[in-house]
């Protein structure tokens, strides 16, 4: 915290808080008033909780004592704590507004009876889980943003917030609450670093252009030579050609947005360029709020699917161990790949699809009624498990409810999964698997499935996983490959599967990675973080 804030906080402290310490001298100034005295402060207590479920909660227990009122040192540096917290909240993103601290301290310089305190007491503990919250697990709730964000936040009981505060060091406690991750804290750095790049005016002028090339003069080159200079791309330089160094500058710049790194400033690699340190700000700060979402244990072998940077990685002790390409769910709004956790079980070499419902009917129904032989690479079974023939099926005769027959492919090098799938039982139907279409993996922009997740090298993955149970695993893996038989192949121990979406996100070296935000979700995250009262910083100019 700056040394001027720090000062505030504790002359608002000294200042706001001695009608209170006045105010119980008074309370113990003789047995006989102190005890007419407690009994209001106890019962103003239980009914400003009583409309709160979980205030209400925590005081009956403590038999409707405070922890914030007394002049206790323990309740004078809970105050200072909080005071503290609440104006460091800028620093994780968070709107010191939402805490209305500017009328809880008027509450508090206003208090002047034991009824006052009480109700002191309360708010000032309404205001603390609040804060607590926002802090561990987020200000938003997922779900209510977007109807794909179906990820399960690990909120913590309330009470126990309180709880655990009373008998904690408050600073302490306060400093235990934002995620532990390396992330989080890269973000936050991040965070800082754009902040002071918008203070001090920005990047600079955007490129006039609408592509620029090696061998390239003049001032769209300057231009770009030093917007890429000041984003710490491109050491400093006078010359206004579209040399080598500015090309591998451009490389590096492509990289760190997801951009093929052919070294040409192309119409997207201008767009991204000329983007400003406020933009990106935003996307750390929604990133941020996504990080306290998953403010939890993630597991020591773990995988995490950007669908936001179409990768699929595992990560061994916090370290990515294996990384591939994927393809994830098409942006529409029946395909668009879900956001959730859960834990990978086993494998299914030579996998059988079966077609969900909403693609046998939706796509192939109507293939069939205009021709019984459309999809003959499917097979038809009955309720029973049956296979049909189609020779006597009338098409015509059903409609998407009515229809009664499963559509299933059997294994082959042609099957929709590929030759193997990766299952995580969850009722969105999403998982992970190979897939026949290898040409899409060379594509920048790579949203074209029904939501499964699709991967570009799913035999090294599947050697990945295995390698923790089998002592060849390429060997286990190829002998029952070549059976050509559906096969499950459990794993010894269940591995966490975490499907993100990530535009913003950093690694141990190297710039901050940025992406587009493909199904605009954050972009609903930012507009809500808004309408909660967060705000950027006013660039200088």
């Known amino acids: 915290m700056h040394p001027a804030t720090s000062f505030k906080v504790q002359r608002f402290i000294m200042v706001a808080v001695a009608p ?48 914030w009122t007394s002049d206790s040192d323990a309740d004078r540096n809970r105050r200072q704590a909080l005071m503290q917290a609440i104006n460091g909240a800028t620093a994780h993103g968070l709107a010191v507004e939402r805490y209305a601290p500017d009328a809880l301290m008027a509450q508090m310089k206003a208090a002047r009876t034991p009824r006052d305190l009480g109700k002191v007491e309360v708010a000032m503990s309404r205001t603390f889980l609040r804060l607590a919250r926002d802090m561990q697990t987020g200000m938003l709730t997922p779900s209510k ?20 505060f009373a008998k904690s060091d408050p600073r302490g406690f306060f ?3 934002p995620p532990k991750s390396a992330e989080y804290a890269r973000l936050m750095k991040e965070k800082t670093r754009l902040e002071l790049q918008m203070s001090a005016g920005g990047w600079g002028a955007t490129v006039p252009a609408n592509t ?25 330089s006078a010359t206004n050609e579209y040399d080598t160094p500015l090309q591998q500058a451009v490389q590096q710049f492509q990289a760190a947005h997801g951009l093929v790194a052919d070294g040409t400033a192309g119409a997207s690699t201008i767009k991204e360029i000329n983007k400003g340190p406020e933009d990106r700000l935003a996307m750390i700060m929604v990133a941020m709020e996504r990080e306290r979402w998953m403010n939890m244990p993630l597991g020591k072998r773990h995988i995490k699917v950007n669908l936001a940077d179409f990768t699929t990685r595992i990560y061994d002790e916090g370290q ?21 956790s859960d834990e990978m079980d086993h494998m299914e ?56 027959f499963n559509l299933k492919q059997p294994p082959s090098n042609s099957n929709a999964l590929g030759l193997v799938k990766f299952m995580f039982p969850n009722r969105y139907n999403i998982y992970l698997h190979d897939t026949p279409a290898k040409n899409l993996f060379s594509r920048e922009v790579r949203a074209y499935s029904h939501g499964c997740i699709r991967l570009a090298d799913p035999f090294d993955f599947a050697y990945a996983l295995l390698a923790k ?26 591995v966490p599967v975490h499907i993100m979406y990530r535009t913003a996100f950093t690694s ?20 809500a973080l808004r309408a909660a009262g967060v705000s950027l910083p006013a660039q200088q100019g």
């Open 20 to 67: 209170i310490v006045m105010a119980l001298i008074m309370v113990f100034a003789a047995p006989h008033v102190a005890r007419a005295e407690v009994t209001a402060f106890k019962q103003a207590v239980a009914e400003a909780a009583a409309r709160d479920e979980v205030l209400s909660e925590f005081y009956r227990a403590a038999d409707y004592q405070g922890i």
């Open 145 to 164: 943003i977007d109807s794909d964000l179906v990820r399960d936040v690990p909120l913590r009981e309330p009470t126990s917030y309180l709880v655990n």
């Open 175 to 177: 400093r235990s609450l």
């Open 212 to 236: 620029l090339a090696p061998g390239a003069t003049g001032n769209a080159v300057v231009a770009l030579r030093n917007r890429l200079t000041a984003m710490g791309f491109l050491k400093r």
């Open 320 to 340: 990515v161990t294996f990384q591939t390409r994927a393809v994830v769910g098409k942006n529409t709004s029946d395909r668009r790949s879900p956001e959730f």
């Open 349 to 404: 070499i030579n996998p059988v699809w079966n077609v969900p419902r909403s693609i046998a009917v939706g796509e192939y129904l109507p293939q069939m009624q205009r021709n019984r032989n459309a999809a003959g690479h499917l097979k038809l079974y009955n309720a029973r498990g049956q296979q049909v023939s189609r020779a006597n099926i009338n098409f015509g005769a059903y409609n998407a409810r009515t229809f009664p």
């Open 469 to 494: 149970q089998e002592a060849d695993p390429k060997t286990f893996f190829h002998t029952i490959l070549d059976s050509k038989r559906q096969t499950r192949v459990n794993l010894d121990k269940k």
């Open 508 to 527: 141990a070296k190297g710039h901050t990675q940025y992406r587009p935000d493909i199904y605009g979700r954050d972009g609903r995250i930012w507009a």
